[in-house]
Nanobody, 122 residues
Framework: QVQLVESGGGSVQVGGSLRLSCALS????????IGWFRQAPGKEREAVSL???????EYADSVKGRFTASRDNRQNRAYLQMSRLEIEDTATYYC????????????????WGHGTQVTVSS
């Protein structure tokens, strides 16, 4: 059974940085596309970044130039480096794994982590 565990969340001030990590167990990371999603209180879940199995990487417009996604298949981990954080980035961040499709639709992803909280304050 595939399991995903996120870590690295925390509280930072505006302009700060955080690095989120997503550890996959139960299978091989290289066989999956990895999506990073976030959900703020009272808002719908939104896609932040995609790491497709083909190594294509995509970002939501709101984070382009500030967030960098990467993967280390040997470590079975994916990462989301977040810089120049804004108050609007406050949310619970989730990683998700898709064995086939890669895209911004959350329905593409079969396995989900429990999330890690990111809070940005002024």
């Amino acid at each position: 059974q595939v399991q995903l565990v996120e870590s690295g969340g925390g509280s930072v001030q505006v302009g700060g940085s955080l690095r989120l990590s997503c550890a996959l167990s139960g299978d091989t990371l290289s066989d999956y596309s990895i999506g990073w999603f976030r959900q703020a209180p009272g808002k719908e879940r939104e896609a932040v970044s995609l790491l497709c199995e083909s190594y294509d990487i995509e970002y939501a417009d709101s984070v382009k130039g500030r967030f960098t996604a990467s993967r280390d298949n040997r470590q079975n981990r994916a990462y989301l480096q977040m810089s120049r954080l804004e108050i609007e980035d406050t949310a619970t961040y989730y990683c998700a794994a898709s064995p086939s499709l890669c895209g911004f639709k959350s329905s593409f992803y079969r396995f989900w982590g429990h999330g890690t909280q990111v809070t940005v304050s002024s």
